[in-house]
T-cell receptor, first 111, second 109 residues
Framework: SQTIHQWPATLVQPVGSPLSLECTVE??????LYWYRQAAGRGLQLLFYSVGIGQISSEVPQNLSASRPQDRQFILSSKKLLLSDSGFYLC??????????FGPGTRLTVL | KNEVEQSPQNLTAQEGEFITINCSYSVGISALHWLQQHPGGGIVSLFMLSSGKKKHGRLIATINIQEKHSSLHITASHPRDSAVYICAVPFQGAQKLVFGQGTRLTINP
């Protein structure tokens, strides 16, 4: 069966510090991978998605970046965090045209 | 872009009541997703349907493709059903999803 992991589960970082969130998927190959952010009291916002290694599509301009160094690994990064980067970050995977499966999420607080 | 509207935004009911959450979208789609987000933040996929009706336990999802409308029903609601329910539709060849704003459901004992 397929599983999706995210870490860390929670993170508190000062403004201006770097960020690295990791997502890995097990039990499938060549999945579509997604990074979402959910600000407090808001809906899900798609940040990045990837259909293959090294292929990243960015949805909104921001100071975040994403990379897919391996087929089942998706990394969300920032060189300098802003207060507005606080939120709940979710990674998800899917097969084209099929339902998405979400990771447990990372709650990021930028102080 | 496909716009997705959910109603109501918030719903409070008593245990045992029949619950209906609605979702409307603006552009033709191949399938619609219903998701459940628990208070801790985790999201679970409930249904993906392209026509008619699907049932899983006390949850029933229906879709009318012509009217661009879907409903999620919960029979014999229970406090553990309290969560945010989100509908989502595909965008750009189904590579991405567009999400509704969610319906916050609270079931009181």
């Amino acid at each position: 069966s397929q599983t999706i992991h995210q870490w860390p589960a929670t993170l508190v970082q000062p403004v201006g510090s770097p960020l690295s969130l990791e997502c890995t998927v097990e039990g499938t190959s060549n999945p579509n991978l997604y990074w979402y952010r959910q600000a407090a009291g808001r809906g899900l916002q798609l940040l990045f998605y990837s259909v293959g290694i090294g292929q990243i599509s960015s949805e909104v301009p921001q100071n975040l970046s994403a990379s897919r160094p391996q087929d089942r690994q998706f990394i969300l990064s920032s060189k300098k965090l802003l207060l507005s980067d606080s939120g709940f970050y979710l990674c998800a995977w899917s097969r084209m045209g099929h339902e998405q499966f979400f990771g447990p999420g990372t709650r990021l607080t930028v102080l | 872009k496909n716009e997705v509207e959910q109603s109501p935004q918030n719903l409070t009911a008593q245990e045992g009541e029949f619950i209906t959450i609605n979702c409307s979208y603006s552009v033709g789609i191949s399938a619609l997703h219903w998701l459940q987000q628990h208070p801790g933040g985790g999201i679970v996929s409930l249904f993906m349907l392209s026509s008619g009706k699907k049932k899983h336990g006390r949850l029933i999802a229906t879709i009318n493709i012509q009217e661009k409308h879907s409903s999620l029903h919960i029979t014999a609601s229970h406090p553990r059903d309290s969560a945010v329910y989100i509908c989502a539709v595909p965008f750009q060849g189904a590579q991405k999803l567009v999400f509704g704003q969610g319906t916050r459901l609270t079931i009181n004992p």
